[in-house]
């Protein structure tokens, strides 16, 4: 494969092993590797025809979810796989509906994570996927149907505008744009105003998250 592989994960001993994994599996291919989402951002763009990114999905500082929206905005071809210590349901949908192409456990066997990450760069899965130790496969489009907590505060503020909604949560215009669509695709609306009918409707707002 020619081009770049980055992995960004905070843990120094995992961070390793994929490191040296990648490079087993990508002998051509440059291999970076960044302790945080915002190093990892500075660190794709000084690297040529980046192809891969191993995310760990709970790193602190910018979550997994912004930190896959601005790599696939920057690098609309990348593949990025979510790797994470969670096994929840909701932290998979999350990554795979964020764009990511795996969720993959870090419990499972060093074997099977080469082996997504390879069909990963072949382009040889059916749909998007969650690999844990005991369960694997396709998770069906309609499985993607739950928010992710960062959207759910978008959603708790969808009477103001979307710089209003940027400064008071601490992100980027473009990235609150990105989420309102995510949470009018998820809720099936085409306005806000639908948006907070259906939340209301659902449940999806505690006391007190609008003000």
Same mark, same amino acid.
């Given at each position: ?17 994929? *490191?040296?994994? &990648?490079?087993?599996?990508? /002998?051509?291919? =440059?291999?970076? @590797?960044? $302790?945080?989402? #915002? +190093? ?27 930190? *896959?929206?601005? &790599?696939?905005?920057?690098? /609309?071809?990348? =593949?990025?796989? @979510?790797? $994470?210590?969670? #096994? +929840? ?123």
């Amino acid at each position: 494969m020619s081009g770049s592989a980055l992995i960004i994960d905070d843990h120094p001993l995992y961070r390793d092993a994929l *490191t040296q994994l &990648l490079r087993t599996i990508l /002998p051509e291919s =440059s291999v970076k @590797a960044a $302790s945080s989402a #915002e +190093e990892g951002l500075r660190l794709a763009e000084t690297l040529p025809n980046l192809r891969i990114v191993l995310l760990d999905f709970a790193l602190p500082g910018m979550s997994g979810t912004e930190a *896959t929206a601005v &790599l696939l905005r920057k690098y /609309p071809s990348v =593949s990025i796989i @979510a790797v $994470s210590a969670s #096994e +929840e349901r909701r932290d998979a949908t999350a990554a795979l509906r964020a764009g990511a192409k795996q969720f993959i456990s870090k419990a499972v066997p060093t074997e099977v994570l080469a082996d997504a990450i390879q069909r990963a760069l072949a382009g040889d899965f059916s749909g998007p996927e969650w690999l844990t130790p005991t369960n694997s496969g396709a998770i069906e489009p309609g499985e993607h149907s739950q928010l992710t907590p960062r959207q759910l505060e978008v959603l708790a503020q969808l009477h103001l505008p979307n710089k209003e909604i940027g400064l008071r949560l601490g992100l980027a215009e473009v990235t609150v744009k990105m989420h309102v669509s995510s949470i009018f695709r998820a809720l099936n609306v085409a306005n806000r105003t639908q948006a907070m009918q259906a939340a209301r409707r659902l449940a999806l707002l505690g006391n007190g998250t609008a003000d």
